[in-house]
Each structure stands twice: as structure tokens, then as C-alpha cells.
């Protein structure tokens, strides 16, 4: 068996690359973070031909310019000894943006494939793209690909395994001539066209060839001093710092954006020689962006098409919800008969029975509404529409004092707040990336929809839907306002960058990436309920079943009345004076699902998701005075309190500050707290 191959997956965001990465690596992946550093890592293994390769996907990124997290995480990776080939996944139906990550990789010096993705787009526009010119005038392998098709996945690993040894293989041709730009002629005491694939006007490469100089007389050891001189001579921070050198004439100034032009002119050759046919057909992308991106329809298309989600969420996922709520029926019953037929004492069904039981089962039931909300954002991801919501709240997010960047965290927090609030971590400026963490857990994430589905229906059965969708809308709009308030604040502090992003050309979505993608949400989904809820199920039924007195059949008597009597005074003037809803609140804090699974605990039903159990539930309720406003409110403070622990947990490492993470939650309780009480008592008018 040969040595462990391992390869670097690099490209611009959105060009298809994690597709390709699942294409090798299907579910046999492992998620982790960077060792120092909170930024996803993914890892896959597999084997082809004797041959063991270690697949590594790195973060999205549109350059090798350490602005943010992700930009210093992959270029500080392809530049260790960890990673043998670079494969550089572009998207070719847009080459040109692409080409520009693509000198960059090539000029490290590591051995670089271009995989061509998306070919069966540029064959559709009525494109072509020469495939043998490409390879002459990069130096490199250039392998056409479809990651969503599976097509030339073989021949792509089969030129890593051998490009490893042979870098140099493939002769460089420009065919400068005198029609070209200027800047690629040259009359340089050096012949560098026959050896770089990269050659700059005769100025720069003066002063390439003196800072080369002068780099090998003082850092003997240093490896590819070409790209070192160039990053000097851009003024690189973390190269000046490692490896300064004493030349005042020649690093007068920052050449970084002439280094920048002369990139380009050299890609619109490329561009001009290997692509034909660019303008035959125009890209249907183009029109639905016209429609998609427009500066006043763009949001209102946004939300009507997450109200569908929603709509689909409710109606599907309903439907299927039945089916668990019958098997859960089922379970309980036959488990509290079973225990019974063998006598087992009855604190300990109870346990089983009422606590474990209907505390895990009852948020399982929510299992097929998770299912749909997932898999209807994977779509919208993966299909390339999500990047066009940000970039149509690029507008509304600077009036923030925010980049539209920050929109991407509040999108994700659709699902869930955890990877949301690591998505953070792409702004450029600590100020924006706090302001976002702050904002980012106001957006409903999936684990409040079983709150939404379980109360709405109750409460509002003939427009649960509509109820649901707008504690949804709610969340946006006190996240935007929130950022204004913090903006005027802050009104002497210009905003400081403009969202940069590609729009990708809209596709139909891979089924085996959303596959993936819903898998691995459900499973965390899964994994909650066997460990954070199955706990939190436990310990909610010794607050209510044990007391100062010990075990107790009488509620009133329990730890669990006594602390929610003691905090009731809070949250009466929101509507929410009742001890068993404070008690679910509290418990909430540890997942928003334990909200509802709590609910169950407390009133005793087994089944809550049931129509018996809803029913039951309501009457309860009903009983204590608990409606349709007070119900409403609940929703609203579950949607604005305090994170889940794990959001908790996610913020503090993000900051690495208890002192931040403890604001947060304080902020949070506190937003939640006047929201609902302005809610509950504009109720109050109408009732």
C-alpha cells in the first residue's frame, strides 16, 4: 500500500467544491476545528487504486490575502508540509473570478490541479472551453469535472497521485505577441515566461529579482522565494513581520494593487484565447437576478419564499408527525403496562413513563417538521440562492453600520444558532463580528419550531401556519432594529467594507449534498434528544416530584414549584405568571426543545403532540387561565431569551470572554422581556 495521499480542496465559495468534496468522501467525514483557531475543518478518507488519500476541505476563500479567519486558515494549511497537492476546484461557468485564486495557488510553488467544475453549466450557456490551451498557458493539469454528476472524479485522483512527483511536466506557452497588452511584453534580462506561470511588467520584476537577492543572503533556507519577494513587495503583514529586509528603494510603497491588475490582464487573455462561444447564450442566472436581486422586490421574494417553507413545513410535516404521535401512543401505553405487570414501584414509571418517556419522545415527534425545514434550506443553499438574500440585504445591513456578510449568520441561524454564530467569524472587523453575535441568536432557529408548532396549533388552529411565520418574521425585525440602536450608538464609525460575494449560477441542487447536509442536521437533532434532553427530561421530573418533605405526588410541594413561585413575579407582567410555564422556561435554557418537552412533564400527558394531548394540554392551561395572547407571548420570549447553552458555549469561545458571553444572555433576557411585554399588552387592546 502506497504512502497516505493528502490533498488540499481549494476555491472561491459557492464554486462547488464541498460537492465535490462529498463526491469521495460521502458520510465518511470528520467535522472538527482548526487546532487555535474556531474554524471548520473537514476530513475524509478513501481509497483508489492501492492508493490511500486524505481529503481535505478547506474554508471558502477568494484569495491567499489574510484579511479574515478563513483566508490565514487556508493559506497557513497549503503552505505546511500537512498538504501534498493543492486541487483548486473552480467553477467554470465563471473562470475568470476564479482564475485569480488559481496564480495565486500556482505561484506557493506546490504542486496545483485545476479541476474545471461545473462543466455541464458552461455546455448549457453554449460555451466551450479549450482544455489543451488552458494546461500551456498555466503550467498545470487542468481536469474538467462535474462534482453533482460524478463525472471525471477518477481521472481527477488519478493526476493528483501523479502530479505529486512531476510539477514541472507541463511546458508553459504564452505566445506573447506585439498585439498584447503591454504589460506582458517584456524585454527582461530574464526569460521568465518559459518559467513562471505568472510574469509581471519589467518594473516588478526588477524588483522581484532584488528582493529575491537579497531574501536568499539573509533566510538561506527559505522555500520559494519568488512568492515571498511578491508578498513583500504587497506588503504582506505576516511575511514583513517574519521575514523583513532592508530595502527602502525597492519597497517604497505597496505594489499590491498593480500586482492585482497585472493578474487580471493576464486572465483576460486566458480568457480571451481559451473560452469560445462566452456571449452565445444568455445564463438564465442573469435573469432570475434581475427579478431576485431587485433594490425593492428582492426582500418581499425572500419572504414569501420562506412562508412556503414554512407552508410545506406545517403541511408535510404534520402530516408524517401523526404517524410518530401514534407510535408514541403506542409506547407509552405498553411501557406503563408492562412496568405495572411487574410491579415496579411507582416513582419509578413515573420516571420512565412521564418524565423520560414523554420528555424524549415528545420532542421526537417534531422529527418530520425538522425534516422539511431542513431539507427546504439545503435546497435554497445548495441551489445558490441563499448568497442572493445576502447580497439583497447588503443594502438595508449598511444603513446598520453593518456589511451584508453579517446577513449570512442570521440566514444560517434559520437553523441552527451554533454554526451561525461561527459564520461570524468571516467579517473582517471584531466590532462587526460582536455586533453579529449579539443579533444573530434573535433569528428563530429550528429547535424553537416545536414551541411554534405545539402552541400554534393549540391556540390557533385554523392559522397556526401564519402564527408560526411571523414570531419567524419578528425575530428579523428585532434583530435589525437591535443593529440600528447599536449603530446609533455608534454613528461616528463609517462603515468599513462592502460585501464581496459571488453570486453562483443557480443549479439544481445535488441530491447528494442536501442528503448529506439534512443527515447531519438530523443526527445532531438525534443526538439532543438521547443526551441534552433525555437529561434535562430527568432532571425536570425530580424538580417535580421531589420536594423539601422528599418524594411527593402533590406538585405544588416540589422544588420545581417553589423556584417557579419564587420567579413568577418576573415574568407576570408579559402574561407569563404561571410557576409550570416559568419552570419550562428555565428549563428551555439548556435546549429550546425542553420547552415543550418540559410542557409534558409538568401537566403529566405522555402523547403531548396528540390531539388527545394538545386537547389535554389546552385544558390545563385553560384551567389556569393561560389563552391565546398568554400563548403568543410564550412564543415571543422562547423566540428572544436567552440562548441554548450550546449557543452560550459557542459565544464564549468565539470571544473568549465570560464576560461578553454573560452580557449576551443579560441583553437577551432583557430584549425578550420588553418585546413581550409590548406584545402582551397591545394584546391586551384587541382582546
Same mark, same amino acid.
Given at each position: 500500500?502506497?504512502?497516505?495521499?493528502?490533498?488540499?480542496?481549494?476555491?472561491?465559495?459557492?464554486?462547488?467544491?464541498?460537492?465535490?468534496?462529498?463526491?469521495?468522501?460521502?458520510?465518511?467525514?470528520?467535522?472538527?476545528?482548526?487546532?487555535?483557531?474556531?474554524?471548520?475543518?473537514?476530513?475524509?478518507?478513501?481509497?483508489?487504486?492501492?492508493?490511500?488519500?486524505?481529503?481535505?476541505?478547506?474554508?471558502?476563500?477568494?484569495?491567499?490575502?489574510?484579511?479574515?479567519?478563513?483566508?490565514?486558515?487556508?493559506?497557513?494549511?497549503?503552505?505546511?508540509?500537512?498538504?501534498?497537492?493543492?486541487?483548486?476546484?473552480?467553477?467554470?461557468?465563471?473562470?475568470?473570478?476564479?482564475?485569480?485564486?488559481?496564480?495565486?495557488?500556482?505561484?506557493?510553488?506546490?504542486?496545483?490541479?485545476?479541476?474545471?467544475?461545473?462543466?455541464?453549466?458552461?455546455?448549457?450557456?453554449?460555451?466551450?472551453?479549450?482544455?489543451?490551451?488552458?494546461?500551456?498557458?498555466?503550467?498545470?493539469?487542468?481536469?474538467?469535472?462535474?462534482?453533482?454528476?460524478?463525472?471525471?472524479?477518477?481521472?481527477?485522483?488519478?493526476?493528483?497521485?501523479?502530479?505529486?512527483?512531476?510539477?514541472?511536466?507541463?511546458?508553459?506557452?504564452?505566445?506573447?505577441?506585439?498585439?498584447?497588452?503591454?504589460?506582458?511584453?517584456?524585454?527582461?534580462?530574464?526569460?521568465?515566461?518559459?518559467?513562471?506561470?505568472?510574469?509581471?511588467?519589467?518594473?516588478?520584476?526588477?524588483?522581484?529579482?532584488?528582493?529575491?537577492?537579497?531574501?536568499?543572503?539573509?533566510?538561506?533556507?527559505?522555500?520559494?522565494?519568488?512568492?515571498?519577494?511578491?508578498?513583500?513587495?504587497?506588503?504582506?503583514?505576516?511575511?514583513?513581520?517574519?521575514?523583513?529586509?532592508?530595502?527602502?528603494?525597492?519597497?517604497?510603497?505597496?505594489?499590491?494593487?498593480?500586482?492585482?491588475?497585472?493578474?487580471?490582464?493576464?486572465?483576460?487573455?486566458?480568457?480571451?484565447?481559451?473560452?469560445?462561444?462566452?456571449?452565445?447564450?444568455?445564463?438564465?442566472?442573469?435573469?432570475?437576478?434581475?427579478?431576485?436581486?431587485?433594490?425593492?422586490?428582492?426582500?418581499?421574494?425572500?419572504?414569501?419564499?420562506?412562508?412556503?417553507?414554512?407552508?410545506?413545513?406545517?403541511?408535510?410535516?404534520?402530516?408524517?408527525?401523526?404517524?410518530?404521535?401514534?407510535?408514541?401512543?403506542?409506547?407509552?401505553?405498553?411501557?406503563?403496562?408492562?412496568?405495572?405487570?411487574?410491579?415496579?414501584?411507582?416513582?419509578?414509571?413515573?420516571?420512565?413513563?412521564?418524565?423520560?418517556?414523554?420528555?424524549?419522545?415528545?420532542?421526537?415527534?417534531?422529527?418530520?417538521? %425538522?425534516?422539511? =425545514? $431542513?431539507?427546504?434550506?439545503? *435546497?435554497? &443553499?445548495?441551489?445558490?440562492?441563499? #448568497?442572493?438574500?445576502? +447580497? @439583497?440585504?447588503?443594502?438595508?445591513?449598511?444603513?446598520?453600520?453593518?456589511?451584508?456578510?453579517?446577513?449570512?449568520?442570521?440566514?444560517?441561524?434559520?437553523?441552527?444558532?451554533?454554526?451561525?454564530?461561527?459564520?461570524?467569524?468571516?467579517?473582517?472587523?471584531?466590532?462587526?463580528?460582536?455586533?453579529?453575535?449579539?443579533?444573530?441568536?434573535?433569528?428563530?432557529?429550528?429547535?424553537?419550531?416545536? %414551541?411554534?408548532? =405545539? $402552541?400554534?396549533?393549540?391556540? *390557533?388552529? &385554523?392559522?397556526?401556519?401564519?402564527? #408560526?411565520?411571523?414570531? +419567524? @418574521?419578528?425575530?428579523?425585525?428585532?434583530?435589525?432594529?437591535?443593529?440600528?440602536?447599536?449603530?446609533?450608538?455608534?454613528?461616528?464609525?463609517?462603515?468599513?467594507?462592502?460585501?464581496?460575494?459571488?453570486?453562483?449560477?443557480?443549479?439544481?441542487?445535488?441530491?447528494?449534498?442536501?442528503?448529506?447536509?439534512?443527515?447531519?442536521?438530523?443526527?445532531?437533532?438525534?443526538?439532543?434528544?438521547?443526551? %441534552?434532553?433525555? =437529561?434535562?427530561?430527568?432532571?425536570?421530573?425530580?424538580?417535580?416530584?421531589?420536594?423539601?418533605?422528599?418524594?411527593?405526588?402533590?406538585?405544588?410541594?416540589?422544588?420545581?414549584?417553589?423556584?417557579?413561585?419564587?420567579?413568577?413575579?418576573?415574568?407576570?407582567?408579559?402574561?407569563?405568571?404561571?410557576?409550570?410555564?416559568?419552570?419550562?422556561?428555565?428549563?428551555?435554557?439548556?435546549?429550546?426543545?425542553?420547552?415543550?418537552?418540559?410542557?409534558?412533564?409538568?401537566?403529566?400527558?405522555?402523547?403531548?403532540?396528540?390531539?388527545?394531548?394538545?386537547?389535554?394540554?389546552?385544558?390545563?392551561?385553560?384551567?389556569?387561565?393561560?389563552?391565546?395572547?398568554?400563548?403568543?407571548?410564550?412564543?415571543?420570549?422562547?423566540?428572544?431569551?436567552?440562548?441554548?447553552?450550546?449557543?452560550?458555549?459557542?459565544?464564549?469561545?468565539?470571544?473568549?470572554?465570560?464576560?461578553?458571553?454573560?452580557?449576551?444572555?443579560?441583553?437577551?433576557?432583557?430584549?425578550?422581556?420588553?418585546?413581550?411585554?409590548?406584545?402582551?399588552?397591545?394584546?391586551?387592546?384587541?382582546?
Amino acid at each position: 500500500m502506497a504512502q497516505e495521499l493528502s490533498i488540499g480542496f481549494v476555491g472561491n465559495p459557492n464554486c462547488g467544491k464541498t460537492t465535490l468534496f462529498n463526491a469521495y468522501t460521502g458520510a465518511n467525514l470528520k467535522v472538527a476545528n482548526w487546532p487555535g483557531v474556531t474554524v471548520e475543518k473537514k476530513e475524509g478518507r478513501f481509497q483508489f487504486h492501492d492508493q490511500e488519500y486524505k481529503l481535505v476541505d478547506l474554508p471558502g476563500t477568494y484569495s491567499l490575502t489574510s484579511y479574515t479567519m478563513e483566508e490565514q486558515v487556508t493559506r497557513q494549511y497549503i503552505m505546511s508540509d500537512d498538504v501534498d497537492v493543492i486541487i483548486d476546484v473552480a467553477d467554470a461557468s465563471a473562470l475568470g473570478r476564479n482564475l485569480y485564486l488559481t496564480l495565486q495557488l500556482i505561484e506557493l510553488g506546490k504542486p496545483v490541479i485545476l479541476a474545471l467544475n461545473m462543466m455541464d453549466i458552461v455546455e448549457k450557456r453554449g460555451m466551450e472551453i479549450d482544455t489543451h490551451r488552458l494546461p500551456e498557458m498555466l503550467g498545470i493539469p487542468v481536469i474538467p469535472v462535474s462534482a453533482r454528476r460524478k463525472t471525471g472524479l477518477d481521472i481527477l485522483m488519478h493526476a493528483a497521485a501523479h502530479h505529486k512527483e512531476h510539477r514541472h511536466d507541463i511546458p508553459l506557452i504564452h505566445h506573447h505577441g506585439e498585439d498584447e497588452p503591454q504589460t506582458l511584453q517584456t524585454k527582461h534580462r530574464h526569460h521568465h515566461h518559459a518559467e513562471y506561470t505568472m510574469v509581471y511588467s519589467d518594473e516588478l520584476e526588477d524588483k522581484i529579482d532584488l528582493v529575491i537577492d537579497a531574501l536568499k543572503k539573509r533566510y538561506p533556507d527559505l522555500n520559494n522565494y519568488r512568492w515571498h519577494a511578491l508578498k513583500l513587495l504587497e506588503r504582506d503583514k505576516e511575511i514583513m513581520e517574519r521575514y523583513p529586509v532592508d530595502l527602502p528603494d525597492v519597497l517604497d510603497r505597496s505594489y499590491e494593487k498593480d500586482i492585482i491588475n497585472q493578474k487580471y490582464d493576464f486572465i483576460d487573455e486566458i480568457i480571451q484565447e481559451v473560452l469560445v462561444n462566452k456571449e452565445k447564450k444568455a445564463a438564465l442566472t442573469d435573469k432570475a437576478d434581475r427579478l431576485l436581486t431587485h433594490n425593492v422586490l428582492g426582500l418581499p421574494i425572500f419572504l414569501v419564499i420562506m412562508a412556503l417553507v414554512f407552508f410545506l413545513t406545517f403541511t408535510i410535516g404534520d402530516w408524517l408527525k401523526g404517524y410518530f404521535e401514534t407510535g408514541l401512543e403506542i409506547l407509552s401505553g405498553g411501557a406503563r403496562s408492562g412496568l405495572e405487570a411487574i410491579h415496579v414501584a411507582p416513582p419509578l414509571i413515573s420516571l420512565l413513563v412521564d418524565g423520560i418517556i414523554a420528555g424524549v419522545g415528545g420532542i421526537l415527534t417534531f422529527l418530520p417538521n %425538522i425534516f422539511i =425545514l $431542513f431539507l427546504a434550506l439545503a *435546497f435554497l &443553499e445548495d441551489s445558490g440562492y441563499m #448568497a442572493r438574500v445576502a +447580497y @439583497v440585504m447588503d443594502s438595508i445591513m449598511g444603513r446598520l453600520g453593518l456589511s451584508g456578510r453579517s446577513f449570512i449568520p442570521m440566514v444560517l441561524g434559520f437553523g441552527c444558532t451554533v454554526p451561525a454564530i461561527m459564520a461570524s467569524r468571516a467579517l473582517e472587523s471584531k466590532r462587526d463580528r460582536y455586533k453579529t453575535m449579539l443579533i444573530t441568536p434573535f433569528m428563530s432557529c429550528s429547535a424553537r419550531l416545536p %414551541i411554534y408548532v =405545539l $402552541f400554534s396549533q393549540m391556540f *390557533f388552529p &385554523e392559522n397556526a401556519m401564519l402564527v #408560526a411565520f411571523s414570531l +419567524y @418574521v419578528l425575530g428579523l425585525v428585532v434583530a435589525v432594529l437591535i443593529a440600528f440602536l447599536l449603530h446609533l450608538a455608534d454613528r461616528k464609525r463609517e462603515r468599513e467594507d462592502q460585501l464581496l460575494i459571488e453570486l453562483p449560477e443557480f443549479k439544481a441542487p445535488s441530491a447528494h449534498t442536501i442528503a448529506i447536509y439534512v443527515w447531519e442536521k438530523v443526527k445532531d437533532y438525534l443526538t439532543k434528544a438521547g443526551t %441534552i434532553i433525555f =437529561l434535562a427530561s430527568i432532571i425536570m421530573w425530580f424538580l417535580l416530584n421531589f420536594g423539601p418533605s422528599g418524594y411527593s405526588t402533590d406538585m405544588a410541594d416540589t422544588f420545581g414549584s417553589i423556584l417557579g413561585k419564587w420567579i413568577v413575579p418576573f415574568f407576570a407582567p408579559i402574561g407569563l405568571g404561571y410557576w409550570q410555564i416559568v419552570v419550562a422556561l428555565i428549563a428551555g435554557i439548556s435546549a429550546k426543545e425542553v420547552v415543550v418537552s418540559s410542557c409534558a412533564v409538568l401537566f403529566g400527558i405522555s402523547s403531548v403532540t396528540s390531539d388527545a394531548g394538545m386537547a389535554a394540554l389546552s385544558g390545563s392551561l385553560g384551567a389556569l387561565g393561560f389563552g391565546a395572547l398568554n400563548a403568543y407571548a410564550l412564543m415571543t420570549f422562547s423566540l428572544l431569551y436567552v440562548p441554548c447553552a450550546a449557543t452560550l458555549a459557542t459565544i464564549k469561545k468565539e470571544t473568549g470572554s465570560w464576560g461578553w458571553t454573560g452580557l449576551v444572555a443579560v441583553f437577551q433576557i432583557a430584549v425578550a422581556w420588553l418585546v413581550t411585554f409590548a406584545v402582551y399588552h397591545i394584546g391586551l387592546l384587541f382582546a
